[in-house]
């Protein structure tokens, strides 16, 4: 019989973490299409391409926010897949905002972007922690033994 590997505070803290990162994503996304049947956006003089805008913003932040819930669930249930998937949801949502930056050019930068890839970069380093990667790299391990001796990993893996 096999179990999951006991999970500690901190890797419960971190997958916590990314359900907040992932239910704030989708809030955002909620806040902006109800913003574009508000009366302040639909009255401006250019009302039709910012109630595209703000759908297409939806959808990209939406898509982010459902991956990172399904990389979640595979986290809760102590599987590799959900760490990789939602380490490349954080370092791909970094990427898309210095892509961003360096596009609008350096000159420009104004404190929010800082600010914003200050914010993004927090997952990421959270999943890189050592106790953090250390726990989803042995998937699973045997039940402890009668004598209450530590499990040991089904499978060897090359460190």
Known sequence: ?????????????????????????????????????????????????????MKVAAVVVTIPAVVLLIAVFGMWKCRPWGWWLALATGLAMVGMLLYSTMDEGWRYIERDDIIGMAICVIPPILLLLPKV?????????????????????????NS
């Open 1 to 53: 019989m096999t179990v999951p590997a006991k999970r500690s505070t901190l890797v419960t803290g971190v997958v916590l973490f990314q359900i907040v990162v992932a239910l704030g994503l989708l809030a955002i996304s909620v806040f902006l299409v109800w913003l574009t049947g508000t009366q302040e956006t639909l009255k401006g003089s250019d009302a039709t391409e910012a109630v595209a805008g």
């Open 133 to 157: 990667r250390k726990f989803y790299r042995t998937e699973l391990r045997a039940a402890p033994g009668p004598d209450g001796s530590d499990p040991k990993p089904l499978t060897a893996r």
